[in-house]
């Protein structure tokens, strides 16, 4: 996108840049800004580029060269075991990285309005990460975050320590073990600013999961589709059980073919009660 304006000596508008600064951080996709001055039919104007990146481009060359490097290395492995079903490169940077990506902003924006703390310097959970999505990713874009990636499944986690020794990240841990035994564990419980979930269960089930390991005043995101509502609606006498209230359905927009997306924002505001989470395997079968 192109605009041109008149421009001003010595420079141009300060105020008017000013409010395209704030258009431009509104947006919902990372966005460069450039001005310069030129000429058109003989008059002084200043033309101004709005060019909106994926956000994979809008990282530096470290966090992209550990993110390149853990997605070839998700790669390689997937030809010998099952990690992920998208199987190319391209579509793992495509669907995977930019959607963990997309996350961020919805983060950011939420932790920053409603909780305390610097959103800088997080713990941050990854529940049923599987080959560490988004959790990995969030490591390598904010490194100041502490990533905890939490999977149930051996082979998952041989990855997932590989991963992390090949791509340098010292903000990682991998916890081996169920949601739902982790939470009732004291290291675990009630520990993390924040909770993140994709691909994992249905909400109903997943607050259980996810809740108990939020420190009271801290957030779970859950990364969903188009349209969550009715999901949403499902799970909000478990999520109340837990100690949690919805704060928001955040529009999630990425470059990535899933298209919108929705991250579901959930405030926690009071203890989980000691006996969430339920044993493994019995929530769904639970009164919640
Ligand atoms: C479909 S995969 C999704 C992986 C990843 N989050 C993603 O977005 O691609 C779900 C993963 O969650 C793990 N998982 C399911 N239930 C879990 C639980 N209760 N505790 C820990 N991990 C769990 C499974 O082993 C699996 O690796």
Known sequence: MMLIGRWRQPCCNASFLCSLGNFVEHLPLPTSLSVRPTRIQGKSVYAVGIRSSSYFEALNSRQQDQIRLYVDTLHQWNQKMNLTAVTSVDEVMERHVEDSLALIPPINHSYS????????????????????LPGLILAAACPGWKVTLMESMKKRCDFLEHAVDITGLSNVQVVRGRAENLGQDVSFREQFDVAVARAVAEMRILVEYCLPLVRVGGLFVAAKGHNPEEEVKSAERSMQLMGGSLLQLHPVKSHSPHGQRTAIICLKGRHTPKKYPHEPGTPAKSPV
């Not at 309005?113 to 990460?129: A, E, I, M, W």
């Open 113 to 132: 309005s409603n909780c305390s703390g610097s959103v800088d310097s997080l713990s941050v959970v990854d529940v049923g990460t599987g080959p560490g």
